[in-house]
C-alpha cells in the first residue's frame, strides 16, 4: 500500500512536473510575444508621429519657396502634406494606448493642425496680398513656435517610448532568466524521480537554450534597431542644423564656413569639396569650399569634366583603377571611394559635392545614402540662397545699366550723411545728365539710347572708387554718391569722368551718335547743404547752372 502510495506520488511528481514543464514553452512564448507586439506598436506609433514631422517640415519648405518666389510650383509638398496628414494623425491617434500618450497625441494633432492653419493663412495671403503682407506674418515667428512646440512634444513622446521599449527588454529579460530557472529545477527533479525521463527531459532543455538563444538574438537586433535608429536621429539634426545655419547666411560665399564645420560631425573621416556653379557661365563650376583632407582639386572644372555633371546623376568610383573623372588627383590612399553628386535644386543645376575617403566594406552603402540625403537637402538650401540673392539684387539695381537704383540710392545717402556727421567727414554728391539725350532717342532709336545709357553707366563705374555709390535716378539723370570726398576733389573726379566720356564711342555695338557729352552738379556736405534733400538740391542747382552755362562742363555749389 505505502508503494503504491509511493508509486501514485512519484507518478504525481512525474506528472507535475512534466505539466510544469510542458506549461513553461506556452507561457515563454506568450509572454515574448506579447512583448513584442507592444515593441512594434511602440515603433510604429514613433514612426506616424515622426511622419507627422516630416510632413510639416516639407510643407513649412514648400511654404517659404513660395513666399520668396511666388511661384506654385514650390507649393506640391504642401498639397502632398495637406492629403497626408489627416491620415497620419488618426493613425497616431488609435495607436495610442494609455491616457498620456492619447493626451499627447492630441496635443500634438492639435498643435500640427495649427501649424497646417498657419501654412494656409500664410499662402493664401501671398497670393492675395504678395511678398511684404506675408513677410510682415511670417516675422511674427508664429510658425517656428508651432514648429518648435510640435518638435518638444514628439522628441518627448520619442523619449517615453525608448523608456518603454527598455523596461520591455529588461522584462524580457528578467523573463527568459526565470524560464531557465525553472527549465533547470524541471530537469533535476526529473533525473532524482525517473531517470528513464533523462532523454526527454534533455531534449526539452536543448529546446529551451534554443529558445533562449533565440530570445537573445531578438534583444541584440532590438539594441541594434535602437542604435541606429538614435543614429538616424543624430543625423537628422545636424541635416537640419546645417540647412537652418545655411539658410540664415546673407550670401552664398558665407556658407562655406558652415558647410566645412558640419560635413565632418556627419561623415566622419571622409573628405570633400563643394563646387558651386558660376552666375555668369551655367557650363563652369567654382572650387567653393573644402572639409577634411581632401585630395588636390582644381580651383575651377567644367561640366564635362565630371561624369556625375555629364549624366547628371551620382558617380562611385571604388578604387583609382576606376574610370575617373578629370578633375580627380591621385589620393594619399588610391583604394579610397570616391563620390561625386550633383546638387539640383528645381531641376536646375546648383553645384556638385565631391566626397573622397569612403569606407570599404559594410558602412559603404550606409555612408554613400547619407551623402546624398545630405546634397538633396544641401542643394535646395543653396538654391534657396541663391534666389534670396538674385531677388536682393533685383530689388537694388537698374536692369538697363546694371547702377543702383534710386530706392537704393535714397536709402544710401541717409546713411551716408549719419555717418558722416558721426565721424565728422565731407559728402559728396555729383548730379549728372547725359546733354541732348533726347534727340539720341528720337534720331536712333530706343535701342541705341539704350546702349548709350550702358556705355555711360560703365564709364561712371570705372571713373569712381571702390566704395562710391552710382546709381540711375531717372531717365538719363544719374548721380555719384562720394563718402568722405570734398567738393573739391568731387568736382576733379567730375571732371575727368566728363573728358573720359567726350573722348569714348557712345554706342560700341554700332549705329549712334559720335560723341556725347554731359553736365555735372557738384555738392557737398557740410559746405552746400546739411541734411539730403537740401544736398540733393544743391547738386541740382549746381546742376542747372552748368547747363545754362552752355551744358559739357562742371559746375559746384548752389
Not at 562720394?482 to 573726379?493: K, S, V
Request: glycine letters at 6%.
Amino acid at each position: 500500500m505505502r508503494s503504491a502510495k509511493h508509486l501514485r506520488f512519484v507518478v504525481l511528481a512525474v506528472f507535475t512536473v512534466m505539466v510544469l514543464v510542458a506549461a513553461v514553452p506556452f507561457w515563454l512564448n506568450r509572454s515574448v510575444n506579447v512583448l513584442l507586439a507592444q515593441t512594434r506598436a511602440d515603433l510604429l506609433a514613433q514612426q506616424r508621429l515622426d511622419d507627422v514631422l516630416t510632413s510639416l517640415r516639407d510643407a513649412e519648405t514648400a511654404q517659404r519657396g513660395f513666399v520668396i518666389t511666388g511661384n506654385e510650383a514650390f507649393l506640391e509638398p504642401y498639397e502632398r502634406a495637406r492629403r497626408t496628414l489627416p491620415s497620419a494623425l488618426h493613425d497616431a491617434k488609435e495607436l495610442a494606448r494609455t491616457d498620456a500618450e492619447r493626451a499627447s497625441v492630441w496635443r500634438i494633432a492639435r498643435v500640427a493642425e495649427l501649424k497646417m492653419a498657419e501654412l494656409d493663412e500664410t499662402i493664401l495671403l501671398r497670393r492675395r496680398a504678395g511678398f511684404d503682407a506675408t513677410e510682415r506674418v511670417v516675422s511674427s515667428l508664429r510658425g517656428k513656435q508651432y514648429m518648435d512646440e510640435l518638435r518638444q512634444l514628439v522628441a518627448a513622446e520619442d523619449a517615453r517610448g525608448k523608456a518603454r521599449r527598455d523596461a520591455l527588454r529588461v522584462d524580457l529579460l528578467a523573463r527568459s532568466g526565470r524560464s531557465f530557472t525553472v527549465s533547470l529545477a524541471a530537469t533535476a527533479c526529473n533525473i532524482l524521480v525517473l531517470g528513464t525521463l533523462l532523454l526527454i527531459v534533455m531534449r526539452m532543455l536543448r529546446a529551451r537554450r534554443a529558445a533562449a538563444a533565440q530570445l537573445e538574438m531578438q534583444a541584440g537586433q532590438l539594441t541594434e534597431a535602437v542604435a541606429l535608429t538614435t543614429r538616424h536621429n543624430r543625423e537628422l539634426k545636424l541635416v537640419a542644423e546645417l540647412l537652418r545655419a545655411v539658410e540664415a547666411v546673407p550670401s552664398i560665399p558665407d556658407a562655406g564656413p558652415v558647410i566645412a564645420r558640419t560635413m565632418p560631425k556627419l561623415l566622419p573621416g571622409v573628405a570633400g569639396t563643394l563646387f558651386l556653379l558660376r552666375d555668369d557661365d551655367p557650363n563652369m563650376l567654382d572650387r567653393h569650399t573644402q572639409w577634411g583632407t581632401p585630395s588636390d582639386q582644381p580651383s575651377a572644372i567644367d561640366i564635362e569634366s565630371c561624369w556625375a555633371l555629364r549624366h547628371g546623376a551620382r558617380y562611385r568610383t571604388a578604387g583609382y583603377d576606376d574610370p575617373a573623372c578629370a578633375h580627380y588627383r591621385a589620393p594619399a590612399d588610391e583604394t579610397a571611394g570616391r563620390l561625386c553628386i550633383p546638387l539640383v535644386t528645381h531641376d536646375e543645376l546648383v553645384g556638385m559635392l565631391h566626397v573622397e575617403g569612403l569606407a570599404r566594406g559594410p558602412g559603404e552603402d550606409e555612408q554613400e545614402r547619407l551623402a546624398v540625403t545630405v546634397a538633396e537637402q544641401l542643394a535646395l538650401a543653396l538654391g534657396n540662397v541663391r534666389l534670396r540673392e538674385t531677388l536682393r539684387r533685383q530689388s537694388v539695381l537698374d536692369p538697363l545699366t546694371g547702377l543702383f537704383n534710386r530706392r537704393h540710392f535714397d536709402a544710401a545717402l541717409k546713411r551716408e550723411l549719419a555717418r558722416a556727421r558721426r565721424k565728422d567727414v565731407p559728402v559728396s554728391l555729383v548730379l549728372v545728365d547725359i546733354d541732348h539725350f533726347k534727340r539720341v532717342n528720337d534720331e536712333y532709336g530706343h535701342a541705341v539710347g539704350d546702349a548709350v545709357l550702358r556705355t555711360i553707366a560703365q564709364q561712371l563705374r570705372l571713373g569712381i572708387r571702390e566704395g562710391d555709390i552710382a546709381c540711375r535716378y531717372g531717365g538719363e539723370e544719374m548721380v555719384l554718391l562720394l563718402p568722405e570726398c570734398t567738393a573739391f576733389d568731387a568736382g576733379a573726379r567730375a571732371e575727368a569722368i566728363r573728358i573720359a566720356l567726350g573722348s569714348i564711342k557712345p554706342n560700341a555695338e554700332g549705329e549712334g551718335p559720335e560723341r556725347i557729352t554731359a553736365s555735372f552738379g557738384v555738392a557737398a556736405y557740410p559746405v552746400h547743404a546739411e541734411d539730403a534733400e537740401a544736398l540733393f538740391w544743391a547738386a541740382d542747382k549746381a546742376l542747372y547752372r552748368a547747363k545754362e552755362q552752355g551744358r559739357d562742363r562742371v559746375a559746384t555749389g548752389p
